[in-house]
Nanobody
Framework: QVQLVESGGGLVQAGASLTLSCAASGRIFNSYFIGWFRQTPGKEREFVAATRWSGSVTYYADSVKGRFTMFRDNAKNTIYLQMNSLQPEDTAVYYC??????????????????WGQGTQVTVSS
């Protein structure tokens, strides 16, 4: 079993930066794939970024490429999402998730087995 806890959300103005954290506990293996998703009311969860827990190439949605960076702190068992140049359209609840059996479909939220509770990010214009 894997537990994921997000933190770091908040209310910021357009152009600001935030760093979200996803603290992992339980039995998480290097083969797991970790993803960040976001969701606004009435919409499906949207892929933001993903990487393997062991650290390798990271994938980003086109909408965040060049502004968001996903990185890890092995000592803290934590994955981060550094978000720069935030825009109002980035407003959402952000979730981290873990996929035990990576199939290559890292953009699909249905592929992920474990989810955190989410953290709200609100960007004002």
């Amino acid at each position: 079993q894997v537990q994921l806890v997000e933190s770091g959300g908040g209310l910021v103005q357009a152009g600001a930066s935030l760093t979200l954290s996803c603290a992992a506990s339980g039995r998480i293996f290097n083969s797991y794939f970790i993803g960040w998703f976001r969701q606004t009311p009435g919409k499906e969860r949207e892929f933001v970024a993903a990487t393997r827990w062991s650290g390798s190439v990271t994938y980003y949605a086109d909408s965040v490429k060049g502004r968001f960076t996903m990185f890890r702190d092995n000592a803290k068992n934590t994955i981060y999402l550094q978000m720069n140049s935030l825009q109002p359209e980035d407003t959402a609840v952000y979730y981290c998730a873990a996929d035990q059996y990576y199939s290559g479909r890292y953009t699909l939220f249905s592929e992920y087995d474990y989810w955190g509770q989410g953290t709200q990010v609100t960007v004002s214009s």
